[in-house]
């Protein structure tokens, strides 16, 4: 699992050194602490005095109940925090996906609120997001008990324990909501969020800003042009995946890569960001996405004179259903099925 030591935070100062390659990661301390107290204030002062509550400002939850599955309370963030801070952590976040997972689109945020009897059933987000985040505003002394993100084990829980006992953590991992946390699961796992017991009062409550990342456009800066760069890219990522006519269509889900290209035109570095590549019938994708990284590394631009940074996804698999969607709508051509510029 990364720490925060491994990904710069918004205003962090660390630089990057592993890629998100587990089904779940978490970042401590993600942003400045002043603007996660700011937002947590907000929250307080908004169930303070309730006696004073007035419609416009307080009949904005809405709580949603799914018999067997979601029992909670939803919000529009900036109704109850302000708009200036959540789209200051709005912001932050998109950038940093955009730079630190190559995964430019962001929803805005939904807050929610679990109190006693509160959590989510087991289920998966996977025509929702690549990844769903979680950013916890529940304070860490509060007098309730579960409300950690549930997140499954890969793998098959029945053949992987058909000899042994197995129970709980064994099973699947539990996140507990930290404050200040950014928790990023793959949306393709089975995930849920453990009831709440204990307090019914909302400051003991998990309070949360969550909602989904997935592919947006390639980030490219410098002299070269997306156009330029995605026509040689796409053509070598074909070739690549050319060599896996048997297997290729098992393979679903990101890879993104950072590209350094030298001034001459030749790579400078070639890094992955995220490898949450998976394959349906459980085999190996070492050699698809190695296959793919060496044939990008051997992939000459023209000379451009000064560096470009170019930072992109590969979707195998294919683009989410959504996504394709949206570009449909807005007419965006630059689609080879397997990547987005
Ligand atoms: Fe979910």
Same mark, same amino acid.
């Given at each position: ?30 942003? %400045? ?33 799914? %018999? ?14 302000? #708009? ?79 000899? #042994? ?79 896996? %006519? ?19 035109? #030749? ?72 990547? #987005?510029?």
């Amino acid at each position: 699992m990364a720490s925060q030591a491994d990904i710069q935070t918004p205003l962090g100062a660390t630089v990057v050194a592993a890629p998100v390659t587990t089904p779940f990661v978490t970042f401590d301390n993600f942003l %400045p602490l002043d603007l996660a107290q700011a937002m947590r204030a907000a929250a307080e002062a908004h169930f303070q005095q309730p006696h004073a509550h007035k419609p416009d400002t307080h009949n904005v939850w809405n709580y949603w109940y799914v %018999p067997g599955l979601y029992t909670y309370l939803r919000a529009v963030p900036e109704r109850v925090l302000g #708009r200036e801070p959540v789209t200051a952590f709005y912001e932050g976040l998109r950038r940093w996906a955009t730079q630190y997972l190559g995964l430019a689109n962001v929803t805005w945020p939904m807050l929610s609120l679990y109190v006693d009897g509160c959590g989510q059933g087991i289920h998966n987000d996977s025509t929702n997001g690549r990844f769903g985040y979680v950013f916890s505003l529940t304070r860490n002394d509060r007098g309730s008990r579960g409300g950690e993100t549930i997140v499954w084990k890969e793998g098959d829980p029945f053949r992987n324990s058909l000899d #042994r006992a197995n129970a709980g953590s064994g099973l699947y991992d539990l996140v507990p909501p930290v404050f200040n946390r950014l928790v990023l699961f793959d949306d393709r796992m089975p995930h849920g969020v453990q009831r709440i017991e204990g307090s019914m009062d909302p400051l003991d409550g998990r309070l949360v800003l969550h909602g989904h990342i997935s592919e947006g456009d390639a980030v490219v800066n410098g002299p070269l042009t997306p156009q330029t760069v995605q026509s040689i890219l796409a053509p070598a990522l074909d070739r690549a995946l050319d060599a896996f %006519p048997d297997t290729e269509g098992l393979h679903h889900g990101p890879l993104t890569l950072r590209l350094e290209i030298g001034p001459d035109g #030749r790579l400078a570095g070639c890094r992955i960001l995220v490898n949450r590549v998976a394959r349906s019938d459980g085999g190996s994708t070492a050699p698809l996405v190695e296959k793919i990284v060496d044939t990008i590394k051997a992939v000459r631009f023209p000379p451009g004179g000064q560096p470009t940074l170019v930072i992109f996804p590969i979707l195998t698999g294919g683009v989410l259903p959504m996504i394709r969607q949206q570009m449909a709508q807005q007419a965006q051509p630059q689609d080879s099925g397997h990547l #987005r510029f």
